[in-house]
């Protein structure tokens, strides 16, 4: 089980007080004078990795010549081989445990890779921003000598079954509204720390990279005649907020941890280079099934948006009955901090809200405490462009070179979702054959006890608190 220690840390020997830490942190959780070494505030910080990100406070070319070098690298939890600068703000790396449990014969390794993670990885090696690697990136995991190649996107396709569904049936009810979304860890983690009375209106629904960790164990570990407590679940996240969520005492199917582990998009570059493995020029292979199969909607969970316009894909087809006629829904794309609209399914109106960056998110808090809030539905993403730019995807130093490396991410993940053939979760043939042979109805017995969690109040001097579990059935 993954270390309950702080994940996000500012090493006092490298930071210069520059602060720009501080001015991107969403929730003040960075403190420290000006021109001194700041600190962490770890129980209100949310892990998002967005000062890992525009950190450009590194090490000296004394410090990158010195002996305490190797020393540094591993007390970070990294990879002494690859050379990379040291910044001073940093999250801790599980990378050398995924090389140890690599190379450990009993144990039968599982991996999955969220939808940002093939659209970024490519820049560890030179590739042009957003170079969309799917093949590559199981060519490389398969050579890093994992078992099983899944995918985060089947998670998505779930999520939107059990997610989408549940609107439907609050929407129907008026009960438990609005309902925000709950795939974001650094949000969930916001939500019960800054409003622990609110947790009633989250989903009840785990992240993709949960379900498909619970699904590993069970219905995975059944199609592959594997014991359940012999596999090692891996997940490669953009998001240095999953080895949070990854810990929680929540996350455990049947007595077992659901993933045990979350590396980066940077760890996994490492892990890459580490091995030796030509990544430019592996040849494109697949993931493997069933768990790896996914629709043109769970690619674009990735990016700001992407959860509302999958679920309205979906939901418009269980309201209406009909078939949705434009799959490109442009409104609830783009780059403000919060962007509303309304959608038509059939009789029913439906108000929806897209929030990118926490910072935005706090005015539809305070409309909800106070009764006043318009939307049913509302998306919240941690991070100012969704998951393409979270704080354990490839660092780069400039500005515009981040917003340019955003852009082109999001392009990258829509041109994916446009080439599927299938761009909606339930026509998703492993999805439809995962529901028919194991999980039954959505939000059904199965599914509740496998995809649908609970949250508790983090807030100081307040006893825990919990929610979820308790959605119906249409």
Request: hydrophobic share 35%; charged share 25%; aromatic share 6%.
């Amino acid at each position: 089980m993954p270390s309950s220690e702080p994940i996000i840390h500012i090493d006092p020997e490298l930071c210069t007080g520059c602060r720009r830490c501080a001015a991107v942190c969403p929730v003040d959780a960075i403190t420290g004078e000006p021109g001194q070494p700041q600190e962490v505030d770890a129980h209100r910080c949310v892990i998002c990795g967005q000062c890992v990100q525009i950190c450009t406070a590194y090490a000296t070319d004394h410090l990158e010549a010195s002996d305490g070098l190797k020393a540094k690298r591993l007390q970070r939890g990294q990879l002494p081989s690859v050379r990379e600068p040291l910044f001073a703000a940093y999250s801790t790396g599980q990378a050398l445990e995924v090389k140890r449990a690599l190379a450990d014969s009993a144990l039968f390794k599982v991996v999955q890779c969220a939808p940002a993670i093939r659209v970024s990885l490519a820049e560890e090696f030179g590739l042009p921003l957003g170079t969309l690697t799917p093949g590559k990136m199981a060519a490389a995991l398969r050579r890093l000598q994992f078992d099983r190649i899944y995918d985060t996107n089947f998670g998505a396709d779930v999520t939107i079954m059990e997610e989408g569904t549940e609107l439907i049936g609050r929407v129907m009810s008026g009960e438990r509204l609005p309902m925000f979304t709950s795939c974001c860890p650094a949000w969930v983690k916001h939500a019960e720390t800054a409003a622990p009375e609110l947790l009633d209106h989250l989903s009840s629904c785990k992240s993709p990279m949960q379900m498909v960790g619970a699904l590993v164990k069970t219905y995975g570990a059944k199609q592959d005649g594997v014991d359940p407590a012999k596999i090692y679940s891996v997940a490669v996240m953009p998001c240095t907020c999953k080895e949070f969520e990854c810990s929680r005492e929540e996350m455990e199917v049947d007595g077992l941890r659901e993933v045990d582990v979350v590396i980066t998009t940077r760890e996994l570059a490492h892990l890459i280079k580490d091995a030796g493995i030509d990544f430019v020029n592996l040849p494109d292979e697949p993931f493997d099934s069933p768990l790896g199969l996914y629709s043109g909607a769970g690619s674009i969970f990735g990016v700001t948006g992407g959860v509302m316009e999958a679920a309205i894909r979906t939901g418009y087809e269980l309201v209406t009955h009909e078939t949705i006629p434009n799959l490109q829904l442009d409104f609830v794309r783009g780059e403000e901090g919060l962007r509303t609209a309304t959608v038509q399914l059939g009789e029913l109106e439906l108000k929806v809200a897209v929030v990118a960056g926490l910072k935005y998110v706090s005015a539809i808090l305070q409309q909800v405490k106070a009764g006043r809030c318009p939307y049913h539905f509302i998306e919240v993403m941690g991070c100012p462009e969704g998951c393409v730019s979270g704080g354990g995807q490839p660092k780069l130093l400039l500005e515009t070179l981040r917003k340019t490396a955003y852009q082109a991410r999001k392009s990258s993940v829509y041109r994916h979702d446009s080439h599927q053939q299938v761009r909606k979760s339930h026509e998703n043939p492993a999805i439809i054959k995962l529901y028919k042979d194991f999980l039954g109805e959505p939000l059904g017995h199965v599914p509740h006890h496998l995809l649908h969690t609970t949250y508790q109040s983090r807030e100081k001097n307040v006893s825990p608190i919990s929610a979820g579990r308790k959605g119906g059935k249409l």
